[in-house]
């Protein structure tokens, strides 16, 4: 019903900066929250950041200040823009949204794209 295609991950080096983007598509009538979630080897996934459809974000401490997360709600599309990259910030990102009408919601993710921090 709802695919998300990711893009924007690389190999980048300490201090650098990337800027995701997933564009949500299908049968799309409803978007509550969006989200960014990362996995590094041997670790769960973690939620970064969310961002509701009004544009209020929260974010894990560990990237405050670093991060931003945003949406255009026209576009169905979600971003994280990364700022002062650090090598533990590398890992497989995922973009999640949640659609409501039904509990629990909708709930969906992108295929993960990887970001690299390294000299």
């Known amino acids: 019903q709802v695919q998300l295609v990711e893009s924007g991950g690389g190999l980048v080096q300490p201090g650098g900066s990337l800027r995701l983007s997933c564009a949500a598509s299908?049968?799309?009538?409803?978007?509550?929250?969006m989200g960014w979630y990362r996995q590094a080897p041997g670790n769960g996934r973690e939620l970064v950041a969310t961002?509701?459809?009004?544009?209020?974000?929260t974010y894990v401490d560990s990237v405050k200040g670093r991060f931003t997360i945003s949406r255009d709600n026209a576009n169905n599309t979600v971003f994280l823009q990364m700022n002062s990259l650090k090598p533990e910030d590398t890992a497989v990102y995922y973009c999640?949204?949640?659609?409501?009408?039904?509990?629990?919601?909708?709930?969906?993710w992108g295929q993960g794209t990887q970001v690299t921090v390294s000299s």
């Open positions: 999640n949204v949640q659609t409501p009408g039904t509990w629990p919601p909708g709930n969906y």
């Open positions: 299908g049968s799309i009538f409803s978007i509550s929250l």
């Open positions: 961002i509701t459809r009004g544009g209020s974000p």
